[in-house]
């Protein structure tokens, strides 16, 4: 075993602790090369982009889940480099993906592994794609697929945004990353060696390689990646000295043979073309002396020359331009109070909120559209928004802080569509309409009536994106084909007949509104009949909402604690699947029997020991029946403030954000996948104490905050503010509230009451307040009225 590895293996708790907890620790890593640390107390320096890199660890909190021979879910976020919504991403890979993944997606960094393969320098969405990979190597390399790996120092480990450093122990060489919009810089400082060797090359699919010079090395991926990469496939890569020497490579990844001869590697040859084609670049270096490598990609060699160009070529410079553009982000909230564990893992968050969408050109840049034709960008444009995930909270999020960058993601979204003829979609969802309808709820203003042109249309032609709309606008349901054998738990295939039905009512719900206001009497009725299909999907005999097959028959055996990929339900249970209707608590409500049987099947739900017999990889991060690694559930929790119970709201969302986010022993676990920052919103909105249940409408259920005080500028300039007395881990519990010094006694606010500045004050104490927040006339907003009323 690695001598410095197990030295981290044994201090790995403390080491952690230090990491992620300590104010200016990640100032640490630019002390050693001379530079002087942030200035402390700042908030961007609470924030560790490894927070997500872990899964949980505690069995209780993770189910049954992995299977046998895969990796136990996390976060799958990266710690790598980046700018707010970047495009491109210096980050860290120690995932072979080339050759196989077993999470479901490429991720390219898990904290586990413990040896590093390369670093990228692509916009890729997930980082396991990007191209080239970049690995220095002091003395022998070997050939991809078979990368040289180096064991790393995880002590030695240091992210922060718009910064990542860590020692490869193997090699002896420190590696920095950093980036700028359309660049990312690459800081090796090497041993004392007459082989230091940087390689490069362009992974499995391959491509076209050159050597320009004696300082440069330039190519294009062949991989048809085009929807996976925002920044083109063309790189040039530049290094702040010449070679001592060099030459290219590739692998021919076809041929079955054993044995040496395999691989085409040749010295001082200037190209090459085929599947892992790359290049090497060589140095005589003295020990600590540092080779700079910016790199910058296009959607040709001349537009990553010029984005490689127009960057500055300072790694110090570039690294404090990184940090100042995610201090202005974090400057937008400010919370006092809380551990510093909490505080961490709050601005933690935050950053990976700001995942996506990502920019991929600004105004006035080249970007090539849905269409494939290369334009101008008439604003800062940007790439899809993946709805299923982020449309429930991140967005929502955006629209308190950036509602501008909200306005460029709305047009983008609608250039998409008059490029594609549909909206975007997003897994088995239409949630583009949520953006749109928020947007307009909450005072953004937008030319609503082009929008809704392919809103309507998405969820009108059967020939678009809505999978099944036929049956959908038939029947009022989907069905689902029960399998051979009828086995239970199911197969991983079907049509997602339940949980589709479902997402499409809420869709209908929001589009609904839409026309409404566009004045477009038949369409809103239309839409509003159709919102309230999720109630042909429910079943009264068992309580839940249930498949049907093409004749209307209910499937049967129907279990509701088996989890599903795709049969009925979408990565998720019966007991998920059945909150599914966030448009409607309310009806919900009055299928299950009214307050108090909501009450009890709620409770029951978070509750129920979690005993299913198939594995859902993505159903981690459980109390009871309850996921919080997985979307469609998430807004469970807040569901009281209908019901006249929310006093458990604000208990059980004091337990997740404690139990499910860095509960583990290396404090960066997550309870599953961060999708692009959907997990991670929901943490800083529900740490900040409210949550947007329907992100289609401007209400937001009030939970607990968990800090004292939170600041939040919102995006005209007016502050918003919660503030929390008497405030701590044991009072949780709301006793009073009052919102701009008059009572409140609502348990949620709409966009409204806060859009021109507010302060919403709460006294908090360790027992429940049962009065409070539990008038029927208090509650949240329905699409079904109270029968009482």
């Known amino acids: 075993m690695n001598s410095s590895l197990a030295r981290v293996r044994r201090r790995a708790p403390f080491i952690v602790a230090l990491s992620i907890f300590a104010l200016g620790s990640v100032g640490a890593g630019h002390a050693r090369n001379g530079n002087p640390p942030p200035s402390a107390g700042a908030t961007v320096d609470e924030a560790n ?317 080249h970007y090539t559209g849905a269409d494939g034709h290369v334009q101008i960008a008439g604003y800062d444009r940007y790439g899809p928004v993946p709805f299923w995930d982020t449309g429930r909270n991140q967005i929502a999020l955006l629209m308190l802080l950036e509602p501008r960058v909200v306005q460029d993601i709305m047009r983008s979204e609608l250039d998409m569509a008059r490029e594609r003829g549909y909206m975007n979609t997003s897994f088995h969802g239409d949630h583009a309409v949520f953006l749109y309808d928020g947007a307009w709820q909450r005072g953004i203003p937008f030319d609503y009536a082009a929008a809704y042109e392919y809103l309507r249309k998405n969820a009108t032609d059967p020939k678009g994106p809505r999978g099944y709309l036929a049956e959908y606008m038939k029947n009022g349901w989907i069905a689902d084909i029960v399998p051979p054998g009828n086995p239970s738990p199911p197969y991983a295939g079907g049509k997602a007949g339940v949980a589709t039905t479902l997402e499409y009512a809420w869709d209908d719900h929001a589009l609904a509104d839409v026309a409404r206001r566009l004045g477009k009497k038949d369409d809103a009725e239309r839409f509003l009949r159709r919102a309230a299909n999720y109630r042909n999907a429910f079943d009264p005999s068992v309580g839940f909402f249930r498949g049907r097959t093409e004749d209307g028959k209910w499937i049967s055996p129907f279990d509701p604690g088996e989890p599903y990929y795709n049969f009925m339900m979408k990565e998720g249970s019966g007991w998920s699947t059945l909150w599914l209707v966030p448009h409607d608590v309310q009806g919900l409500m009055n299928l299950l029997g009214g307050r108090d049987a909501f009450n009890a099947k709620l409770d029951a739900f978070f509750s129920t020991p979690y005993q299913a017999k198939g594995i859902c990889r993505d159903c981690t991060g459980l109390i009871g029946q309850y996921v919080q690694g997985n979307q469609p559930d998430q807004q469970a929790a807040y569901l009281y403030a209908w019901s006249g119970q929310p006093w458990k709201t604000q208990a059980l969302t004091r337990r997740i954000l404690a139990e499910l986010y860095g509960s583990d022993a290396t404090g960066y676990g997550y309870p599953g996948m961060d999708d692009q920052g959907s997990t991670s919103s929901w943490y800083v909105l529900s740490a900040m104490g409210f949550y947007p249940v329907d992100p289609a409408s401007p209400d937001y259920v009030i939970g607990s905050p968990i800090f004292d005080r939170v600041r939040l500028r919102l995006g005209n300039g007016k502050v918003f503010e919660i503030v929390a007395r008497n405030n701590s881990a044991r009072n949780m519990y709301i006793q009073s509230a009052t919102l701009n010094g008059k009572p409140w006694t609502k348990p949620w606010f709409s966009h409204a009451d806060i859009a021109n500045g507010a302060t919403l004050v709460l006294t908090m104490g360790p027992e429940p307040n049962k009065t409070w927040g539990t008038d029927p006339h208090d509650v949240p907003l329905s699409m079904s009225a109270d029968p009482r009323d």
């Open 49 to 365: 982009p490894l927070v997500g890199t872990a899964p949980l660890d505690r069995q209780a909190l993770i189910g049954n889940a992995p299977p046998p021979g895969e990796p136990l879910y996390s976060g799958m976020t990266s710690p790598g480099a980046s700018l707010p919504q970047s495009a491109t991403e210096a980050a860290p890979v120690n995932i072979n993906a080339d050759l196989s993944f077993a999470t479901g997606v490429p991720v390219s960094y898990a904290y586990g592994r413990p040896a590093m393969i390369g670093f990228s320098g692509g916009g890729a969405t997930y980082g396991a794609r990007a191209a080239p990979m970049v690995m220095p190597v002091v003395g022998d390399w070997t050939v991809p697929p078979d990368y040289a790996q180096s064991y790393y120092d995880k002590a030695s480990e240091k992210a922060s945004p718009g910064y990542y450093a860590v020692d490869l122990d193997t090699f002896h060489t420190r590696v920095e990353l950093t980036v700028t919009q359309w660049t990312s810089l690459m800081r090796f400082t090497f041993p004392a060696s007459h082989r230091s060797n940087v390689v490069v090359n362009l992974r499995r699919p391959g491509g076209d390689v050159e050597v320009v010079g004696d300082r440069t090395i330039r190519g294009v991926d062949a991989g048809g990646r085009a929807e996976h990469y925002s920044d083109g496939p063309w790189f040039v890569a530049e290094f702040s000295r010449p070679f001592a020497g060099f030459g290219t490579f590739h692998a021919n990844v076809n041929d079955k043979g054993e044995g040496l001869g395999n691989e085409d590697v040749e010295a001082d040859r200037r190209t090459v073309s085929g599947s892992y084609a790359g290049a090497y670049a060589t140095f005589d270096t003295q020990a600590g002396e540092q080779v700079l490598m910016r790199i910058a990609h296009g959607h040709s060699a001349e537009e990553a020359e010029q984005r490689l160009h127009a960057a500055d070529g300072d790694f110090e410079r570039v690294h404090a331009r990184a940090r100042a553009a995610w201090a202005q982000v974090f400057d937008r909230v400010d919370v006092t109070g809380g551990t510093p564990k909490q505080r961490a893992l709050f601005y933690s968050t935050l950053y990976h909120s700001f995942a996506s969408p990502r920019l991929i050109a600004r105004k006035g840049e």
